[in-house]
């Protein structure tokens, strides 16, 4: 039976162990820290189907200066990252440009379509209802009358991709969420139905106990290096051993980009890294209220309401920007009208592909070695979808059309590649 290694604990290797194994292989997931520590942990727990639209369009590039140069913004650009972000930032202006956006456009509404399918049925198979809820979620909009007015319009055009959406005036919104602050609330867009996590971290953990009662196995290491072996397979150093594989699948997040680097391949995968703060006041919140001209949700979860999001553009380890919570706190305080206590604050890396799109798939030339990640505001959502096209790509089975969209292959062209040493 051909052995697999998953390099990553978070909700994207768990769910490729979990396809991997359904296929029938020997799967070994190997992190030294337990499952869903990481981006996996602190999220808002959206599936988030209904967030249709890429971040690179002329949209964005438009309100980018305004977005930044504010006193309390909710996405920023660390300027000792620019140069980390070069790639990124040419390729996502090239994305924005009005064709690409609609090629992007139609690529992410087909993934999505397929992904929330994909998110369910693993949800469901966890077998653990309280985990999860279908109670839809809200978007509201406060202040902004310009965006207000085109709320209709806003609900048809997700209508036409054939998402639930119901645009709602103000008064439909309260009643939907009563401990809203109805001073400045305008209305929002509201997707019955829609799912999302409870504790997103206790998926992961009841997802590994699943895996591992399957016969998945576990390394407590990190891994510092894989090089190709001559005569097939791969290589893994973790800790003082080396172990041998006859494929590899790096869900290490943005770690990807160091393993990778040693192999001779660059991506323009960089951090966005999101805040959240957990509430110990208690707020009767039904479903996730995001407020969109701050980027940031208010998740009603297990153990209190969740304020995470807001976008960070910086080296994963810089210190966090202690602002950001106040920021959430203030929002979260506007939006509901009271006064709010924080119980925990945290901080993770998202790691983002310039086209919104993630980065699953073979690299051409490396046999064995599959990638997946790049995954940005989307990993829950498209983990489930992501494990069955990781697991479908190992065992050398046909894709589906939509897969071409997320090959590595479409950001290495002529980039950083080099002789694959093999030992
Ligand atoms: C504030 C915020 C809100 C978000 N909200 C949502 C949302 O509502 N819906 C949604 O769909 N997505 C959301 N996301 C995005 C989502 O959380 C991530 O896309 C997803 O968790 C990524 O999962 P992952 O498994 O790739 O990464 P991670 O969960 O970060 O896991 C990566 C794992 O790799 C391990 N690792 C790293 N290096 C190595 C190594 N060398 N060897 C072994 N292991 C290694 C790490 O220890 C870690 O466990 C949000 C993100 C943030 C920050």
Known sequence: MA??????????????????????????????????????????????????????????????????????????????????????SVRFMRAATASRFQRHYRDLNVLLEHAVEAQHELLDSLDEPSLWSDSGCLQVIRSDTRMAARLSEMANSKQAEGIRCEALGAADVQALEPELNDAGLLGGLYFPGSRFLRDPQAVCQRLWTQLARQGVQRINDHVEHLRPRQGGGWLLEHGQETTR???????????????????????????????????????????P?????????????????????????????????????????????????????????????????????????????????????GHGHLGVTLSALTGELVAATVAGEALPGFAAALAPSRFLKGVGKKDIITR
């Open 3 to 88: 052995s697999i290694a998953v390099i990553g604990a978070g909700i994207i290797g768990l769910a490729s162990c979990r396809a991997l194994r359904a296929k029938g292989l020997e799967v070994t997931l190997i992190d030294r820290q337990a499952p869903g520590e990481g981006a996996s942990y602190g999220n808002a727990g959206l599936i988030a189907g209904y967030a249709n639209s890429p971040l690179a369009s002329w949209q964005t590039l438009k309100q980018l200066p305004g977005q930044i140069f504010n006193n309390t913004p909710s996405i920023s650009i660390d300027p000792r990252y620019t140069l980390s972000m070069a790639g990124f």
């Open 245 to 287: 594989f006859d494929a590899v699948v790096l869900c290490a997040g943005l770690a990807n980009n160091r393993l990778l680097e040693s192999l001779g391949i660059v991506l323009p995968v960089i951090s966005e890294r999101g805040y959240h703060l957990a509430l110990s006041t208690s707020l009767e919140l039904v479903r």
């Open 289 to 373: 209220v995001g407020w969109l001209a701050h980027h940031f949700y208010a998740t009603p979860m297990a153990n209190g309401v969740r304020l995470a999001g807001t976008t960070e553009f910086c080296a994963p380890k810089q210190v966090p920007d202690t602002r950001r919570w106040h920021h959430l706190k203030n929002w979260g305080e506007e939006l509901f009208g009271r006064v709010l206590m924080p119980s925990s604050q945290w901080l993770g890396v998202r790691h983002s592909s310039p086209d919104g799109l993630p980065v699953v798939g073979h690299v051409s030339g490396m046999p064995g070695l599959c990638l997946a990640y």
